[in-house]
Nanobody, 119 residues
């Protein structure tokens, strides 16, 4: 059974940094896309970043480009999201997700980790 477990959330002041991690287990993730999404109260879920597990291509949402970096640690089946220059509008629950490269929708989701940025 596939499991995605996020960690690393917390409270940080504006301008600070946090590093989120997503530990993936239950299958081999070669050929998968690993992504981060976020959802703030009263708002729709927003794409943050994604990486293709075996190729290493990366993609970012416009609101985080230049501030966030997604990376994969294949040996540990872990995906990280380094978040720098955090803003109060980055406050949200951050979710890790996975899908096969050929699929359109994300099949697997983690439980989420809260990130709160104070002004």
């Amino acid at each position: 059974q596939v499991q995605l477990v996020e960690s690393g959330g917390g409270l940080v002041q504006a301008g600070g940094s946090l590093r989120l991690s997503c530990a993936a287990s239950g299958r081999a993730f070669t050929g998968y896309v690993m992504a981060w999404f976020r959802q703030a109260p009263g708002k729709e879920r927003e794409f943050v970043a994604a990486t293709t597990w075996s190729v290493g291509s990366t993609f970012y949402g416009d609101s985080v480009k230049g501030r966030f970096t997604i990376s994969g640690d294949n040996a540990r089946n872990t995906v990280h999201l380094q978040m720098n220059s955090l803003k109060p509008e980055d406050t949200a629950v951050y979710y890790c997700a996975a899908r096969r490269l050929r699929d359109q929708t994300y099949n697997y989701w983690g439980q989420g980790t809260q990130v709160t940025v104070s002004s």
